[in-house]
Structure formats: structure tokens, C-alpha cells
């Protein structure tokens, strides 16, 4: 039977069921989202003279939750004008309507007599082999098709999202005893190839696997805290971004998810894993247990281990809860000697070696906390799971780590990880043991361009299953590098395509990493069939190197500044009019120069979350690598002979005026980053890079050509310019912007409209790209757009001035 699926049905509007709606709403397709029917009009409702008959009554729970989704931060999705493929109803009214539908969701209340209780209903109406999936994750979902037509229990399974479901990668999906197994195929392919996600096929055992193992984690940490006198500070900085987590870490991300949902999913474990071999971990510490009672939940009752209050000035303060006195005192920086030896180590792998070789009290905390997860894990196979890359991908997208616990073990050495298990008193599966002795020293493995993982049963490497198809940087750097410097490696990905990586600090954007991109083309033109941009870094780029153009400035070395701004300009050119094609696949922030190098590719295959946006502005400058040029360009292709549209450069102007960034791919279009019938956009992030390999492969396919050089661009001179000069002094005079916004606006439009041209007029990119550096060195000679770019480097904040 061949799915397509076209319409769905999400039943539950709280905050996953309506987030759920509109993530499938983001990826074009109709939903209906549905919930119960209020007891009674509100006093607003009644007040009007409306009563439960009334539809805006009857809609009001599903519609306020829908209205409160869209409004949230960050958004739930892509573009506004996406909610529109939602519509709403209510159970009483509009179940029919599932008849319609190709899937439906179920989100309702935890409490497997209401969810029965809705499935009545969708048995009443759903048609024949519709999809029907349980979100739920507490509730077994063997329990869930219980007295269900043969029908409903084929085609039923688990399919776990995790909030906020457009952000978090994962979704776990879990077959109950009768479903399809190609229903479990299909929604496993659904899931990575349209939603986006990582998809986990997981046993039908309490919490599954991410919040099993993730919980886990947390609850073995919330006990190490005692033992080893930490504060809540210290435990977030250990937990932190040092080892690839979340920068919320622990204690704050307890505070953001709620902390009664962790003690939900540890109460679960302990009521039903009688057999955990350290079911006692999931007993709740007496201070979080003392935080439970007191409702001190975090982020939605004011506080929980963190409290944000005012001093006596109105500042705002942080406060941290002290575990011992049980009051809250102002958050204290945190320092530890194992810290500090890490911080030259940029890559996260050789890291690891460090923080569990230390002497202080940090390092005890590593290797116990690495102890007791290494040793759990193992114990979890095959209970939880029969593949360990499955815990990985479980944890690394739905908790946001870096590396999963497999990967951890890995980068510190099995047999060390092993050694350090048995120290602390831990015990791993036996299976471990009995991999080192067969001389097999890793978890996983690369061979032949393929990610491999150890197999148990088999006690041999497999390729992982879904990754057949994928390019990976990871699995090809080591043997298929034709150049590299420190910025930037230039890598064969097969198939006459060369993929140019960053990997300086952030991605910035410095002589090294134009000269090679230049490199990569040169190599590409005489042997090679395109060249595809893209890199595994946590963002594409963050721009030019500002620090750079900071001590050029600073020195006040303008000659020098001159040249590599004009070889920035000749980058993005020679990106632009190679002999080959030129694919971009940008994801994450994707700023200032990294935009630019997006602005002049022949195609820009973009991750949905790529946040793109010429940001110059905020730093006292103005896009000098192209951007200002190519804005400038693309409005006036806007401006046919007699029809100017002046809407069209004001736009184009304020895009960059305002250093806007798009807060998703598909918003980058109506910002006039990515062009629409032109670039493309790709949910899954997981193939990104086969994605853009393909795209420059159709280019080159297709008998690419390489393009002219424009001379033909219209730009509008004076005319132009009167409107930026009119509305800077407006602004200026109405104290919305500086006298250096004034100024900086003024040099952009000037550089926009083409100069002081008395009519419209046809120029060269050649011509603007003088008039946007030009204006672009002039600033940096500027002792407030200095101060601005400073404030930048040393704390990251904006500086208006």
C-alpha cells in the first residue's frame, strides 16, 4: 500500500498537540487540530451573550492553545503564514472530520482511561488503514491498543515527539505487539526524510529510551552532588557546553523543562523497573524532594534552583539555590584547575582525556558521573534497546548533547572508560569485556566512507542503518582531504564534487578561509565537476573575522585592511562566475560574511534552521563582502525602464539597516536572502550535505555555464538616496537612532543607490563593490563604529552610541 500522507489529525491542543500541528503545518501539511468542548462559556463569552452552542465557545480551548503556540519563543513555526494549513475543532463536533485524514495523532492527558476513551471516538470515524499514534510517554503502549479493532491495532503505534518538536531532533517510535512492521518502516522513514527528525525505533519499556537514560543522568548527578559538596553553579558549568551539552545544562534545564517533570519520568522508572540494577538512584534526593513540596519548580512557579530577581538599582539578578541552607544567594562564577586545561582544546573528542584525567574535585565529579552512565548504558542492552547507536541518537537529539554516551565512552578510550567504571565501584554489561577481548577497541567505526557501530549479538560492525545514502564529513576527512589550512579543508565527498569546511573558532571568515575557498575552485575547474560549501560546525559561520578588522583598524594599517576586503569581494565573485557550480548549505546562524558567501552561490541548499542575516550594521559597518552590493543588485532587478519601485530598495535597505535576521530558512526568502524558484530549503538536517551534493550534481548535469559579469544593474542615484536621507533625519530627529546610526545609514544608501547619480542608471557589480568597500573602509577610520565593534569582541553586546 503506497502512503501519502496529505491531511492530519492531531488530537490535544496543550503544548505539544499544538506545537506537534504546527511543526507538520511547517512542512505543508493540513492539520486538524481538535480538543474537548469547555464545561461553560467564561465571564468574557457570557458577557457578549454567547453560550455553549455557540462555535467560539465551543473552539475556545483549542484555539487559545493554538493562538498562545504561535505567540511563544521561539516560535513553533517556520513562517506565520504556515498556520494558516491549521484548522481547529473540537471532539464533539468535528471528529468526523478525521475521516479525511491520512494520520492521526493523539496528544491528550496522560491517563490511559481518557486516551481509550478517545480512541471510542476515532475508532467511530477514522477510515481503514489511516495511521493512528499515541504521543504519550508514560503510558505502555501495549496498554493503549487493548480492545481495539484489528484494524486500529496495525495500524497503531507510539510515536514519541519532544518538545519543542520544530527544535528537538528526536522522535522515538514504538510498535505495540500487533502493529505493521511496514507501518513502523514507513513512519521511520517519514520521520527523517520530512519531519526532520532522528528517528529511534524503541521497546515498549517505561520511558523509552531517551528519558530512561537521560533521567538517568540527571538523577545520578543530583546524588553526586551531595557526595561531592557541589554547588548548583559548579554542576552547571561541568555539565555545560564543556562536554557538548546544552548551555542550560542541568540545574537550568530543569528549571526551563519543570522540575516535576523529571520527578514524573524518575517516579516512573522506580514504580516500574523493579529490576533496574540502580532503581534506588531514581529515588528522589532530599533537597529535590524538599524543591517538590515547596513548588519550587523552576521557570513556571518563579524558581526552582535558580531565581531571577531586582537589586535596589532595578537591575536584574541572578540568584542560586544554596543546597545546604536551602536560601538563595547571587550565582558565583566558577572556576576549576580541569577546566582551565581544557580550554585551548577547541575539538570536544580529545577533550574528554582531560576532564577525566584532572586532580581536583571536577575531575572526581567526571569520573564518576561517566562511571555510573557508562555502566548504565551498557545494562540497558538489551532491555531498552538491542543496537547501542540507538541510545546515542536517542540522547544526543533529545536531550541535545553532542555525544552520546557510546560516543563519550569512545572518545575517552573504551578500555580507560572501562578502568574507570570498575574504580568507582561500577559494573558494565558483560558484553564490553568480551568486545576489548576480541581485539574490538571502539564502539563505532568509519570504513569504506560508512558509519559502522559494534553489533552484539553479531560481535562484528554494521553499517547503521539509514545512514546508507548520507555523506558524512566525519567519515571522509581523514582519508579523502586534497588540502587544508588552519580555517578550512577541501574534501572529495565522491562523484566529481569537492566540499569546501570551516572549522576556525565560530566558523569566522578570515584570509584563510577565502584564499582556500579560492583554492577549492581553482581545483574544482580543472578536475572536478562543482564545489558544495558546507560544514558540521554547531553554526555555518558567524562572519568575517571582526577581531581582524578590529587591530587593522586599530593600527590604523588601511592599505592593508584595503586588500582584504577587496579579496573578500573578489571571494564572493569568483564564487559567483566559476566555470563550475557553486552550492551553499547553510545552517544555523549563517551571518555577515557567511551570508554574503550565500548571497553570490549559484544555489543555497539551506537547513529550515538557518538564521540568515547581514548583520554588519550592529558592529558600526556595513556588508563589505558582496552583501551591500548583491542588495543593491537584487532590488534592481526590481526597477524595469519607467517603473521604479522605490518599495522595493526601502525594503532591501532596511533588511540590512536593521541587521534582520531570518528566524527560519523560509523567512530568509520574504527577507531576500534566498531566492525564491532559485534556492532551496531541507528540514532534515542529517542530510543537508547529500542534499546540496545532489543539487550541484543536477547543476553540472544540466551543462552548467558559467554566468557574465552584470553591467546592466539599475540603481536609482539621487532618487534613492533622498529617501534614506529623509528617513535617517527623521529618526535622528525623533531620537530613534544615534548621529552615528544617522551616518552609517547615509554611507549604506549612498552605497545602495549607486552614489550621487542624477537619474536612474545602469553600473557594474564592478562599481558598486568600490562604492560598498569604500564606504565600508571609511568606517572603520570611525571612532564610534571602533567602540562598537570592541563592545562586540569583549562581551558580545550591541553598542548603541
Known sequence: MKRIIKKVAVLGSGIMGSRIACHFANIGIQVLLLDIVPK????????KGLTLESKVVRNRIVNDALQTALKSNPSPIYKKEFANRIATGNFDDDMKKIAECDWVIEVVVENLNIKKSVYEKVEQYRKAGTLITSNTSGIPIHLLEEGRS?????????????NPPRYLRLLEIIPAPATDPSIVEYLTEFGQKFLGKTTVICKDTPAFIANRVGVFGIMDIAHIVKKLDLTVEEVDKLTGPVIGHAKSATFRTSDVVGLDTMVHVANGVYDNCPNDEVRDLFKLPDYVAKMYENKWLGDKTGQGFYKKTKDANGKTQILALDLNTFEYQPSQKVKFATLEATKTISDLKPRFKVLVAGKDKAADFYRLSFAGLFAYVSNRIPEIADELYKIDDAIETGFGWELGPFKTWDAIG??????????????????????????????????????????????SYKVIPGTEDLISLDNLRATNTIYSNPGLSIIDIGDGILNVEFHSKMNTIGGDILMGIQKAIDIAEKSYRGVV???NGANFSAGANVAMIFMMAIEQDYDELDMTINLFQQTTMRIRYSSIPVVVAPHNLTLGGGCEICLHADKVVAHAEAYIGLVEFGVGLIPGGGGTKEFALRAGDHHKDGDIDLN???DRFLT???????????????????????????????????????ACLRLADEGYVKPTPRTDIRVLGNQALGVVYIGANSMKSGNYISEHDQKISEKLGFAMAGGDISQPTLVSEQYLLDLERKAFLELTAEKKSLERIQSILNGGKILRN
Open 648 to 650: 522595493i530598495f526601502r
Open 656 to 694: 540590512i539597516g536593521q541587521a534582520k535576521v531570518s528566524t527560519s530558512a523560509y523567512e530568509a526568502f520574504e527577507l531576500g536572502y534566498l531566492r525564491p524558484g532559485i534556492d532551496e530549503v531541507v528540514v532534515s538536517r542529517e542530510r543537508l550535505l547529500t542534499e546540496a551534493k545532489a
Open 150 to 162: 484489528e484494524d486500529f491495532k496495525k495500524n497503531f503505534c507510539g510515536t514519541h515527539f519532544f
Open 414 to 459: 573504551v578500555k580507560e572508560g572501562l578502568e574507570i567504571l570498575q574504580k568507582e565501584g561500577k559494573t558494565a554489561a558483560p558484553w564490553v569485556e568480551e568486545m576489548l577481548a576480541a581485539g574490538n577497541t571502539t564502539f563505532y567505526k568509519s570504513e569504506d566512507g560508512k558509519s559502522q557501530y559494534y553489533d552484539i549479538p553479531t560481535k
Open 40 to 47: 461553560e462559556p467564561n465571564e468574557k463569552e457570557a458577557a
Open 533 to 535: 560549501i558546507s560544514n
